[in-house]
């Protein structure tokens, strides 16, 4: 083949050459394009390499796959996730590092001279910084004891001056326990037995008045009947 004619083919070749960027995040899954149509030719044979796609087959090739079948897989996280059989070679790194940062190339190898379908994809990873949370802080002060604002400072006073806090905390806490649901149906039935007892107690004191008032009468009855016999 003459020289300016072999040029000219290659100089073809580079521009009918598909390139594009992908940028994806440290540690998770990404995915670099690559696709063919099988109703031409049917299932293929395609490869993917650490760099651009030479003259023929893949420089530093990871993933290579004959008529559908893998054949070669330089390791676990690379894989091929798409459809093989729909004309989907599209290479998936799980996983993805820093150190996976580079130029892929993609070769689909159709039937015909100068026919291969080359991809050509630079691939960046970055790492994502964890977002910082600010802690919350909030400062709380407790009612006054003795005329004097007590704060809730760890390590503030002496165990004698934290005994006031102590007490009032312990408090507010019978008195939490004392609202939940449990203790209501308690307090409910305790406030009737008193309610009870004290109807009782009046009840009673009525009783043994009327019994006294009635005893007086009958005792003001006979003395008028003596009275009137003598």
């Known amino acids: 083949m003459h020289p300016s004619r072999y040029l000219f083919i290659s ?132 009612p006054s004891v003795a005329g004097q604002e007590i704060p809730t400072t760890p390590g503030f006073g002496t165990e004698t001056s934290n005994y006031p806090v102590m007490e009032f905390v312990k408090t507010q806490g019978r008195f939490k326990d004392l609202l939940e649901v449990g203790n209501l149906g308690r307090l409910a039935a305790i406030f009737c037995t008193t309610v009870i007892l004290i109807l009782v107690l009046i009840f009673g004191k009525r009783r043994v008045n009327n019994a006294r008032t009635s005893e007086q009468t009958e005792n003001i009855y006979e003395d008028v009947q003596m009275y009137a016999c003598a």
Not at 92 to 119: H, W
């Open 11 to 142: 100089i073809l070749i580079k521009v009918c050459e598909a390139t594009s960027v992908v940028v994806g995040n440290h540690g998770q899954n990404i995915t670099l394009p690559c696709s063919y149509d099988t109703h031409t030719h049917g299932v293929l044979p395609a490869c993917w390499g650490r760099a651009e796609v030479p003259l023929s087959k893949c420089s530093d090739t990871v993933l290579s796959a004959w008529y559908g079948t893998v054949d070669f897989r330089q390791s676990p996280r690379y894989q091929f996730l798409g459809r093989d059989g729909e004309g989907d070679v599209s290479l998936t790194i799980v996983r993805a590092q820093t150190t996976d940062s580079g130029m892929y190339g993609c070769r689909v190898e159709v039937p015909g001279l100068f026919n291969d379908i080359k991809v050509n994809i630079l691939l960046t990873i970055v790492e994502v910084a964890p977002m910082e949370e600010e802690p919350i802080t909030q400062d709380c002060v407790l």
